[in-house]
């Protein structure tokens, strides 16, 4: 019996460091002698395949057939003397219209098929079609085998810089009691993403009673439409829904003391897996956004209560989660039969 799988140098693919999938497809037979043998009909044949599905509609997103070059070496198109047969490939990661490839979004074990609106999922196939050779079949037409494996990938994308972040810096409008603040905030939600907040008057004044609330919110807005080619995206309102992904907020009660000693809050999402900002392709559209609110009350000059509120709102990206590999799957076959073995969004640009 005959047998092909692929060997990929990476099954995890970073999109953001890698310009094409490589590897290598080895052919063997279980058993061989030397009254026994096979040769290749023609060169073998990978396929890389890309499918997108939205709720129950689903998308090509990329169907590119590579065949190996053999041609500098006709001697590869027969099997070595132990029945085995390696031969490297490469294939460009692009897809069929140019533009680049989505990462891979696979539905969780513990999801529910349904629950999710976009799945996307990329496969690699090999077929190699062959002849046996017997010494008794010389002179007989021998029929072709075709042998074919198929093996799941993982296409991701890590953050550019998951450490980078945004200053932005003013002053309230309030003319009674008029503050001054600094707002770092981050650009990708990491594990060690702080939002750090410095606030003092603009002209000091003694105050007895000062509080600022600080409210930080993460949101995701989702377009869903046919294409983006003409522009023309037929979407959903881009309203935030009705309970953000991550909620913190927190009583200064000396918010002055913070342009000193600056204050910081953990930005630290629920333990479930989101969906990643770079998930976005040409019919589907993810946006993540950071709101944060700053609510200032104290007593003024006249002794009456003022307070005044704040609103900043950022974009920022939500990584790709951690990845699991996927195992080989390997398809087998004999003469007869294969047999498979194994919105629109307001924020400050400071």
């Not at 707002?183 to 410095?198: C, G, I, K, W, Y």
């Not at 003694?206 to 995206?233: A, K, N, W, Y």
């Not at 969906?275 to 104290?298: D, M, V």
Request: proline fraction near 8%; charge should be negative.
């Amino acid at each position: 019996m005959t047998f092909i799988s692929i060997h990929l140098d990476h099954e995890n693919i970073d999109l953001a460091h890698t310009r094409a999938i490589s590897g290598a497809i080895e052919i063997t037979q279980s058993s061989i002698s030397a009254h026994h043998g096979w040769c290749l009909d023609r060169p073998p044949m990978i396929r890389l395949k890309g499918e997108e599905r939205i709720h129950d509609t689903s998308f090509n997103l990329v169907d590119k057939e590579h065949i190996i070059d053999m041609s500098n070496d006709p001697r590869l198109l027969r099997c070595n003397s132990d029945g085995r047969l390696v031969l490297r490939f490469s294939i460009p990661l692009k897809s069929h219209n140019g533009h680049r490839l989505p990462i891979s979004y696979p539905t969780h074990d513990h999801e529910d098929p349904g629950s999710s609106i976009v799945h996307i999922q990329y496969s690699i196939t090999a077929v190699a079609t062959l002849r046996l050779q017997t010494p008794s079949s010389q002179n007989m037409v021998q029929p072709h085998v075709q042998v074919r494996a198929h093996q799941p990938i993982i296409l991701y994308r890590t953050a550019s810089s998951p450490l980078r972040s945004k200053l932005c810096w003013g002053t309230s409008r309030s003319g009674l009691r008029c503050w001054q603040y600094e707002l770092e905030v981050p650009q990708v939600l990491h594990p060690l993403a702080l939002v750090t907040l410095r606030l003092r008057h603009k002209h000091p004044k003694p105050s007895s009673m000062e509080t600022c609330l600080v409210g930080c919110h993460v949101f995701e807005t989702v377009q869903i439409g046919t294409s983006t080619d003409d522009r023309s995206m037929v979407s959903q309102p881009p309203s935030p829904p009705p309970e953000p992904l991550m909620s913190s907020t927190e009583l200064l009660e000396d918010p002055a003391d913070t342009w000193d000693r600056p204050w910081s809050m953990a930005m630290q999402l629920k333990d479930e897996p989101f969906a990643p900002t770079s998930l976005s392709t040409e019919r589907f559209c993810l946006r993540h956004w950071l709101k944060i609110e700053l609510t200032l009350a104290g007593k003024c000059c006249d002794q009456a209560y003022h307070s005044e509120r704040l609103q900043f709102e950022f974009p920022i990206e939500i990584p790709q989660s951690p990845l699991l590999a996927l195992r080989t799957v390997s398809d087998n076959a004999s003469h007869d039969s294969l047999m498979s073995a194994h919105s629109s969004t307001k924020y400050l640009d400071c």
